[in-house]
């Protein structure tokens, strides 16, 4: 059993940033494909990047590409998401996701792939 702890969320003013963390309980965070997904008030989940299990490969959604980073350090059992030049739109709670089997880049294509899921940190953006 994995357990995903999100934090690092709160309120922010457009065009600045934030950066988010998420702790993974166990010995094993290096065999774990890491994502970060979000939902927005009445909207379905979505996709916002991943990383590879070595952390050398990155995937994002087109919505956030140039803006956000996606980072992980194995020492620390930690997965990051930096968000720069945050937008109203950003809004929603954002949601740590792992892949114990699949590859980082099947996060890109849906949730099917997600063994485990953080209960996620609220990210709101004003205007």
């Known amino acids: 059993q994995v357990q995903l702890e999100e934090s690092g969320g709160g309120l922010v003013q457009a065009g600045g940033s934030l950066r988010l963390s998420c702790a993974a309980s166990?010995?094993?965070?290096?065999?774990?494909?890491m994502g970060w997904f979000r939902q927005a008030p009445g909207k379905e989940r979505e996709f916002v990047g991943a990383?590879?299990?070595?952390?050398?490969?990155?995937y994002y959604a087109d919505s956030v590409k140039g803006r956000f980073t996606i980072a992980r350090d194995n020492a620390k059992n930690t997965v990051y998401l930096q968000m720069n030049s945050l937008k109203p739109e950003d809004t929603a709670v954002y949601y740590c996701?792992?892949?114990?089997?699949?590859?980082?880049?099947?996060?890109?294509?849906?949730?099917?792939?997600?063994?485990?899921w953080g209960k996620g940190t609220l990210v709101t953006v004003s205007l």
């Open positions: 996701a792992a892949n114990t089997v699949a590859p980082a880049q099947a996060m890109g294509v849906g949730t099917s792939s997600i063994d485990y």
């Open positions: 166990g010995r094993t965070f290096s065999s774990y494909a």
């Open positions: 990383i590879s299990r070595s952390g050398t490969v990155r």
